[in-house]
């Protein structure tokens, strides 16, 4: 590498700790975490979240509660408490309804201060796989202490075939473990 692409490496690297605020950098100090002191990276942790969800044209009628691990890198993995015996008919799809855990990826907008997130988890019926779901998160806040956050949360449910089952729509609130 050139002495000038070092140059500017080093630069680059300088004015990226400048936007680290003490309160990240005490959450996140490289010598004990191994991440780097990006505002991006405040975000990574484990999370308890409230999710408010119901069909699109209406307004939410469940709530849903879960946990989701926030991977420095963007991706993430989540759970939720659905029980593990399923649920008869849920969502109205006939059968014993279970789902599996979910995996994603984070994005962080230094320009506008926010988070997207995108999970998928699979679905089950009577045991067999029935389509997944995917799970759309744009406009995510975060509190200034970082111990908050929340935001829209938009979600649709695909049969196995690939057809478009449901839509629904809500909020979340999450809290910092």
Sequence with gaps: MSLSRIAIAAAAAACLNLLV???????HDPQSTGMLQLPA?????????????????????????????YHSGGTLS??????????????????????????????????????????????????????????HRSNVIMSADGKQMGGPVHATRYFADGSKYAEFCGSESATRL
Excluded: K
Excluded at 21 to 27: E, F, L, R, S
Excluded at 47 to 69: D, Y
């Design 78 to 135: 989540e759970t939720n408490v659905m029980p593990i015996s399923g649920i008869p008919n849920f969502q109205g799809v006939p059968g014993n309804n279970q789902r599996g855990p979910g995996m994603g990826t984070w994005s962080y907008s230094p320009r506008t201060g926010q988070y997207t997130l995108d999970i998928r988890f699979n679905w089950y019926v009577d045991g067999v796989y029935n389509g997944y779901q995917h799970i």
């Design 21 to 27: 605020t003490p309160a990240d950098a005490a959450n």
């Design 41 to 69: 990276n405040s975000i990574v942790g484990l999370w308890t979240a409230v999710v408010s969800v119901g069909p699109c044209s209406g307004s939410p009628t469940n709530n849903i509660r879960a946990t989701i691990a």
